[in-house]
């Protein structure tokens, strides 16, 4: 089972964007799909972009048109890049694939 590292959370002010990367301790080729949740304080952990080895994408209505993910098989990395920035998209950032869970990246919005 891989494990998975992400980075790049931060803060920032509304309107301002963010990269997640997730890193991958081995080949997620065979991970057929790779996925960001995030989890608010008293809420539940909620999936926020999907991508499948294939490439086809899926997302939250919230986030749509907003966000996109992506995946770097060869680095083994998937990325979300988040633009536009809402103080409601404040989070811990998790990344998923398979049985795999990171550790999570916090990402805070001021207003």
């Known amino acids: 089972q891989v494990q998975l590292v992400e980075s790049g959370g931060g803060s920032v002010q509304s309107g301002g964007s963010l990269r997640l990367s997730c890193a991958a301790s081995?080949?997620?080729?065979?991970?057929?799909?790779m996925g960001w949740y995030r989890q608010a304080p008293g809420k539940q952990r909620e999936l926020v972009a999907g991508?499948?080895?294939?490439?086809?994408?899926d997302y939250a209505h919230s986030v749509k048109g907003r966000f996109t993910i992506s995946r770097d098989n060869a680095k083994n990395t998937v990325y979300l890049q988040m633009n536009s920035l809402k103080p409601e998209d404040t989070a811990v950032y998790y990344c998923?694939?398979?049985?795999?869970w990171g550790q999570g990246t916090q990402v805070t919005v001021s207003s």
């Open positions: 081995g080949s997620i080729l065979s991970i057929y799909f």
């Open positions: 998923n694939g398979g049985a795999a």
């Open positions: 991508i499948t080895s294939g490439g086809s994408t």
